[in-house]
């Protein structure tokens, strides 16, 4: 990271609990090498061991990296950095509106049976992505799941995570494969307007579609992440984290870059 943004992540990274009296042992190693270790592995997609000299050694990065993961700092620090592009763009840090997509990606060796499958449509053995995005194309809710496992199963599942943190959703825009008993199930229990947009009967080649283009662009912006190409975790909340390290990449720079 450069200077700048390292003062953009410096400011919205959770606070040790040994600096607030909290107690717990301070930590041996400087969070700028932790932080720029772990962007350059999801960047640069490489094994924890490949890990350069010039970083701290591969296990204490691993070590920082998992407890993130565990205790929730990595998406407190992401969705902290999502309020502030909010901000800066002159929006309210809380959306009121959301886009929702999968994504199946092959999988890795490493990844075990019991969390992987094939999704018939898109023929792929792997998992699958599911994310909510806002209007501006920033991560609100992830969840990864087996390439198995359809549109309309996991998607009970993000709203919920996706009602259950930011309240004042109100509508949620998505493809054909969220229609059906999903769409009751937004309206009746979680009180969101599940809009379903399709394309015509009558439309041939690539069409940009209303509202859907926004989710697309957000996986492309993952995709930039070497890491994300295809799934190497073992665990599904691994994957997860590490697609909030990618989003958080994303929205730094765009925050470094206004701040020159």
Request: one cysteine or more; glycine letters at 10%.
């Amino acid at each position: 990271m450069s200077d700048a943004e390292w003062a953009v992540v410096r400011d919205a990274m959770p606070v040790p609990g040994w600096l607030e009296g909290r107690g717990g042992q301070p930590e041996g190693y400087c969070h700028r090498q932790m932080v720029d270790a772990i962007r350059y592995l999801v960047a640069g997609g490489i094994a924890w061991r490949a890990m350069p000299a010039d970083f701290p050694a591969w296990d204490r990065v691993y070590a920082f990296f998992r407890r993130w993961r565990d205790k929730g700092l990595v998406g407190e620090f992401h969705d902290r950095l999502r309020d502030r592009v909010r901000e800066v763009a002159g929006r309210d840090p809380e959306p009121t509106a959301g886009i929702i997509d999968a994504q199946s990606v092959k999988a890795a060796a490493s990844v075990p049976a019991v969390s992987r499958g094939f999704d018939g449509g898109k023929k792929v053995n792997g998992r699958k992505r599911h994310i909510v995005v806002d209007t501006l194309g920033l991560l609100l809710a992830v969840t990864v799941t087996a390439a198995s496992v359809t549109d309309r199963e996991a998607g009970g599942t993000l709203l919920a995570r996706l009602r259950e943190r930011h309240w004042r959703i109100t509508i949620v825009w998505a493809d054909g494969g969220y229609t059906g008993r999903l769409v009751d199930l937004a309206r009746d229990v979680l009180g969101l307007a599940l809009r379903v947009v399709k394309r015509g009967d009558d439309t041939a080649g690539f069409v940009v579609l209303p509202k859907r283009w926004l989710v697309e662009r957000t996986f492309a912006w993952l995709m930039r992440s070497r890491r994300l190409a295809r799934d190497y975790e073992a665990r599904t909340d691994t994957s997860e984290a590490v697609i909030r390290w990618s989003m958080s990449m994303v929205m730094s720079r765009r925050l470094a870059r206004r701040a020159r």
